[in-house]
């Protein structure tokens, strides 16, 4: 970009004023033909290469935009809580392990214990704010797309629930007042060796004054505190299936209108798609490069494997073509040069 930016400036100094108002005009964004929908793909294609923003623009104005950005935005969201809780049960368990080191308690080791330790505060912290931005998230989906059936299952599974209630109260503690530190108790059993388990205990957690009415009676009733995996694994359970069945019902509530939007994103990407292609390709033939020594930068292994799971050059290719075309737009054309860079017969162009 900056050399390309470098090489306009040097055109630039070199051209007098009407010389840079021809350049201008030939570089301007030019007005498109869109008329009311549906768009066919030639409709969009020509309309992208004549000003690709104005394009951008009146797809991201149809109706099914709204339910696509909320569905990217909630799986986003619910891949980073996912994420978090992930993050936290995996703190525990190199606790746990490293625990059971012989050496673990030794006072010279008390920097790497201390440090096991804070791993696990910190994905304590991440998990309960991940959890409660979670909830603010798709509140505000709900207030645009007013899903039916969305506040019957909230109440029925989050809003009188006590671990959701704790967790939004752990968030707007960590958040607001201080810290909970979150400490670790082994339990030996004879002839069975020892577990480690974390805990938010008990008097800690009632250092803190704002814990609803029944939360608070859930405390007072405890032994010894919460058990952190047991607290996240089940409200994480629960939190899956419910977003499971709401982004069921935004593509149901979004319907046909979803649908066309889907496709007209599946078109613009395919442009994209294809011109980044047809300069791969003629730049491996220019180098004469073998493309099969590069499959690894462009496949997984085991899409590898499936590719090659077949002796026959023709049907490896089109495998290839299968896995990387994602947005349909490999046409006859440039399927040909494919073929030709595989070293085989371009294919026969279609019947009109």
Request: one cysteine or more; proline letters at 4%; hydrophobic letters at 40%.
């Amino acid at each position: 970009m900056v050399a390309q930016a470098s090489r306009l400036c040097f055109i630039g100094a070199t051209m007098n004023k009407k010389d840079i108002e021809i350049f201008r005009k030939a570089f301007a964004p030019k007005p498109i033909r869109l008329e009311q929908p549906p768009w066919s793909e030639e409709d969009l294609s020509q309309a992208y290469f004549r000003n690709q923003a104005l394009t951008m623009r009146k797809i991201e104005s149809r109706p099914g935009a709204i339910f696509s950005n909320a569905i990217e935005a909630l799986d986003l969201s619910v891949a980073l809580f996912k994420d978090t809780i992930e993050a936290l049960l995996t703190s525990i368990d190199t606790f746990r392990h490293k625990s059971q080191e012989g050496d673990f308690d030794f006072r010279v080791n008390r920097f790497e214990q201390e440090r096991y330790q804070l791993a696990v505060r910190r994905n304590l912290f991440s998990a309960s704010a991940a959890a409660m931005a979670l909830v603010h998230h798709t509140l505000t989906v709900q207030k645009k797309l007013k899903i039916a059936g969305y506040q019957e299952r909230i109440d029925q599974d989050f809003r009188y629930q006590t671990d959701h209630l704790l967790i939004q109260g752990l968030r707007n503690c960590v958040l607001k007042a201080r810290l909970l530190p979150a400490d670790w108790q082994t339990t030996i059993t004879y002839g069975e060796g020892n577990e480690t388990r974390f805990f938010l205990r008990k008097s800690v957690l009632l250092s803190y004054r704002r814990w609803p009415g029944t939360v608070k009676k859930y405390i007072n009733e405890l032994d010894y505190g919460v058990n952190l995996e047991e607290l996240f694994l089940a409200y994480r359970d629960r939190v899956v299936a419910f977003h499971a069945w709401y982004r069921d019902a935004i593509e149901l509530t979004g319907g046909w209108a979803l649908k066309e939007f889907r496709e007209y994103q599946r078109i613009i990407k395919g442009i994209g798609w294809k011109s980044s292609y047809q300069i791969l390709l003629h730049i491996a033939r220019s180098k004469k490069i073998d493309p099969f020594e590069y499959l690894n930068k462009f496949l997984s292994p085991d899409k590898i494997k499936y590719v090659k799971s077949t002796k026959d050059l023709k049907q490896q290719v089109d495998r290839i073509i299968e896995v990387l075309d994602e947005y349909k737009a490999c046409d006859s054309s440039l399927r040909s040069e494919v073929y030709q860079l595989f070293g085989l017969p371009p294919s026969p162009p279609p019947r009109s």
